[in-house]
């Protein structure tokens, strides 16, 4: 069974600095996986995703996640963060062929942003 | 872009009641939508999976007579909480697959207290 835990419950930065937020994967085969925001009350906004190919891939608002197998890693990244990223993040993996669309969800990080 | 939509937005209702929530996808078709439930301060977890002119697919624990899903056209699925207790407020979130494709979108989420 598939499953992915997300380290960090809740982490704090400051407006400005530099932002890495953790994914491990357990899955059998070669994984689609997915990071989503969520802000408070809210659905999901898909910020980036990874099927195959390059394993560094670019999302929105300036996001970008490395896939490293070798680690069962997708760890989220952004340089510079700004106070409007505050929200609650999702790592997901997900199957693919019939299955495709059905996913597992991390325990989410919260993501606080200081002046 | 793709948009999917939900109604109600948030619903109260007394204990022994029925719900129903709509899912809706706005400018595709969608063969395939998902039901998630997420319950406060935990993670996303996929309830049944749902195709057109087909019967739902229910994840393991989940009641498939308590929680009635219909996909009767492309662009609309229902999820009906039967008889709800308070355990069954939740945050329920649905997500539409566009066709055959790798494209996946989710709704804005649907709150319901039951009191």
């Known amino acids: 069974a598939q499953s992915v835990t997300q380290p960090d419950i809740h982490i704090t930065v400051s407006e400005g600095a530099s932002l890495e937020l953790r994914c491990n994967y357990s899955y059998g085969a070669t994984p689609y996986l997915f990071w989503y925001v969520q802000s408070p009350g809210q659905g999901l906004q898909l910020l980036l995703k990874?099927?195959?190919?390059?394993?560094l891939v670019q999302g929105i608002k300036g996001f970008e996640a490395e896939f490293k197998r070798s680690q069962s890693s997708f760890n989220l990244r952004k340089p510079s963060v700004h106070w409007s990223d505050a929200a609650e993040y999702f790592c997901?993996?997900?199957?693919?062929?019939?299955?495709?669309?059905?996913?597992?969800f991390g325990q989410g990080t919260i993501l606080t942003v200081h002046p | 872009g793709a948009v999917v939509s939900q109604h109600p937005s948030w619903v109260i209702c007394k204990s022994g009641t029925s719900v129903k929530i709509e899912c809706r996808s706005l400018?595709?078709?969608?063969?395939?939508m998902f039901w998630y439930r997420q319950f406060p301060k935990q993670s996303l977890m996929l309830m049944a999976t749902s195709n057109e002119g087909s019967k739902a697919t229910y994840e393991q624990g989940v009641e498939k007579d308590k929680f009635l899903i219909n996909h009767a056209s492309l662009t609309l699925s229902t999820l009906t909480v039967t008889s709800a207790h308070p355990e069954d407020s939740s945050f329920y979130i649905c997500?539409?697959?566009?066709?055959?494709?790798?494209?996946?979108?989710f709704g804005p989420g649907t709150r319901l207290l039951v009191l």
């Open positions: 997500s539409a697959r566009a066709g055959r494709g790798r494209a996946q979108y």
């Open positions: 997901a993996v997900g199957a693919g062929g019939t299955s495709y669309g059905k996913l597992t």
């Open positions: 400018d595709f078709q969608a063969t395939t």
């Open positions: 990874y099927f195959s190919g390059d394993t």
